[in-house]
């Protein structure tokens, strides 16, 4: 998505915007190595990846009747350039509304973060360009993860321009999203790149 990448985004800011976790220096590389295997289910290789995805039936929805969001997707990737020394993390957000059509996007980049509010628990704090917000992103367990969010700014997937996007403001019952691991070609959709789409599909 283009029109993701026509701000400058400094790792500093990505990471202040999601929530309740921080950057810090200094971050224990063994809990970052451990959380990056608990998330992505293994060790990395040059381009790793998860995804994750959550469809609320009927009754959930009913239980929750402010809640705007009808079904959500992530994909986190993590890759290790062979020129570079350090893994680069990033994130799409895929989401559907209950009570609107279409589907709507969002990318960004991630780094490790800490959560005072969960014990120092490591997460990803992950942010969009432009100010436009972000999440942090937690393990629940090896099969689900957690999405925090207060804000971010997602476009309509068929209308790639400015004009098309709007903010999923967390509310009564969007600030916290459990999204469940899932084969990854139920993320493919999110990927716009036709290389990377081929690799994704044949992992």
Request: proline share 3%.
């Amino acid at each position: 998505m283009k029109r993701i990448f026509l701000c400058t985004l400094t790792l500093a800011a990505m990471a202040s915007l999601a929530g309740p976790g921080h950057a810090q220096d200094g971050i224990d590389k063994a809990k970052a190595a451990a959380f990056d295997n608990r998330m992505f289910a293994g060790p990395l290789g040059q381009k790793t990846y998860a995804c994750f995805v959550r469809r609320y039936d009927a009754n959930h929805l009913a239980q929750h009747p402010k809640q705007k969001v009808s079904a959500m997707k992530l994909l986190v990737t993590a890759e290790n350039p062979p020129e570079e020394k350090i893994t680069n993390y990033s994130f799409r957000i895929g989401v559907k509304y209950r009570h609107r059509p279409g589907n709507f996007d969002s990318s960004g980049y991630c780094n490790h973060v800490v959560a005072e509010d969960k014990g120092n628990e490591i997460r990803f704090g992950c942010g969009i360009d432009c100010d436009g917000g972000g999440i942090d992103v937690a393990m629940k367990d090896d099969k689900s993860a957690i999405i925090r969010l207060e804000r971010i700014r997602i476009w309509e997937r068929s209308k790639p321009d400015d004009d098309a996007s709007n903010d999923l403001v967390a509310g009564a019952d969007d600030k916290i999203f459990r999204v469940d691991r899932a084969d990854l070609r139920e993320c493919a959709e999110l990927v716009t790149d036709r290389k990377e789409l081929a690799a994704l599909r044949h992992k």
